[in-house]
């Protein structure tokens, strides 16, 4: 409880923008998977986002994660981790989200993971110097301290443990050919509803750093602040493209005309924390 200048007893709500945001996801998680841009399809999906961490990591075509240990950052449902124990890694998945978290509890049952129940920002239950890569999507525009949380992500990897980010400008104005694979994919198969609570959404996303839209240049100079080597971007069209195949037309068209990109970055070796 607080005074105002009047002297009239005010209530004072300890509800944060990252509360907020954490009860937004969690309302999400039931009908997260029926989303394209989430759910990771096992027969086109599945390979394309193993090669895509295998390129991350610089290894080979064929060559696995065994021995490695990877930390998931926003796991959600576990799509990722998925992608990642599918490769032989031991797997840890972390979320703010324990709604989150129990349906991916469910998913990887069996598998060599382990949840991890905390904020990206202050992972203070991981050890520094922990894992050979971490990998992370749809998180970082949605950061409410991101420099918080590139300092973190630095200190938990190894010296030169990897980090791949996946993510999106989709405050981006649209291309011309992109207006045009939305406009084709909705007299295809009709307009499609927003996912979630448009207003809700916007509304969050207005109070936070990155609300302009967050790009791979942008982050590059995030990332470099917070002491990683950026090695530079990976494509991402397998990943909508030939990624996308075990859908039909008018969602692969809509995947593929969002603005989304691939980052890799290196904690250097030597460095102290």
Same mark, same amino acid.
């Given at each position: 409880?607080?005074?105002?200048?009047?002297g009239?007893?005010?209530?004072? $709500?300890?509800?944060?923008?990252?509360?907020?945001?954490?009860?937004?996801?969690?309302?999400?998680?039931?009908?997260?998977?029926?989303?394209?841009?989430?759910?990771?399809e096992?027969?086109?999906g599945?390979?394309?986002?193993?090669?895509?961490?295998r390129?991350?990591?610089?290894?080979?075509?064929?060559?696995?994660?065994?021995?490695?240990?990877?930390?998931?950052?926003?796991?959600?449902?576990?799509?990722?981790?998925?992608?990642?124990?599918?490769?032989?890694? $031991?797997?840890?998945?972390?979320d703010? $989200?324990?709604?989150m978290?129990?349906?991916?509890?469910?998913?990887?049952?069996?598998?060599?993971?382990?949840?991890?129940? $905390?904020d990206?920002?202050?992972?203070?239950?991981?050890?520094?110097?922990?894992f050979?890569?971490a990998?992370?999507? %749809?998180?970082?525009?949605?950061?409410?301290?991101?420099?918080?949380?590139?300092?973190?992500?630095?200190r938990?990897?190894?010296?030169?443990?990897?980090?791949?980010?996946?993510?999106?400008?989709?405050?981006?104005?649209?291309?011309?050919?992109?207006?045009?694979?939305?406009?084709?994919?909705?007299?295809?198969?009709?307009?499609?509803?927003?996912?979630?609570?448009?207003?809700? %959404?916007?509304a969050?996303?207005?109070?936070?750093?990155?609300?302009?839209g967050?790009n791979?240049?942008?982050?590059?100079?995030?990332l470099?602040?917070?002491g990683?080597?950026?090695?530079?971007?990976?494509?991402?069209?397998?990943?909508?493209?030939?990624?996308?195949?075990?859908?039909?037309?008018?969602?692969?068209?809509?995947?593929?005309?969002?603005?989304?990109?691939?980052?890799?970055?290196?904690?250097?070796?030597?460095?102290?924390?």
């Amino acid at each position: 409880m607080t005074l105002d200048p009047s002297g009239t007893v005010q209530s004072v $709500s300890n509800f944060s923008l990252k509360d907020e945001i954490c009860d937004y996801w969690s309302d999400r998680a039931a009908t997260f998977d029926l989303s394209a841009s989430h759910r990771i399809e096992g027969r086109y999906g599945l390979p394309e986002w193993q090669q895509l961490v295998r390129a991350a990591c610089t290894l080979p075509p064929t060559e696995d994660l065994v021995g490695w240990q990877v930390l998931d950052i926003a796991c959600g449902t576990g799509e990722i981790s998925r992608v990642l124990t599918s490769l032989g890694a $031991s797997v840890t998945g972390l979320d703010f $989200s324990e709604t989150m978290l129990g349906l991916a509890r469910q998913k990887l049952a069996g598998a060599d993971w382990r949840s991890v129940l $905390s904020d990206a920002e202050a992972m203070v239950q991981l050890e520094d110097a922990s894992f050979d890569l971490a990998v992370t999507r %749809h998180l970082a525009w949605t950061l409410t301290h991101p420099q918080d949380a590139y300092a973190e992500w630095l200190r938990v990897l190894k010296p030169g443990g990897r980090l791949l980010v996946v993510d999106g400008n989709f405050r981006a104005p649209k291309s011309p050919w992109q207006r045009l694979r939305n406009l084709l994919a909705n007299w295809l198969s009709g307009r499609q509803p927003p996912q979630g609570d448009r207003d809700r %959404h916007d509304a969050i996303l207005d109070r936070l750093p990155y609300r302009d839209g967050l790009n791979a240049e942008r982050l590059t100079i995030d990332l470099e602040r917070a002491g990683f080597d950026v090695v530079g971007p990976l494509p991402v069209r397998p990943l909508y493209g030939r990624g996308m195949r075990g859908y039909g037309l008018a969602e692969r068209l809509r995947q593929s005309a969002a603005n989304r990109f691939a980052l890799v970055a290196v904690r250097p070796t030597g460095q102290g924390i």
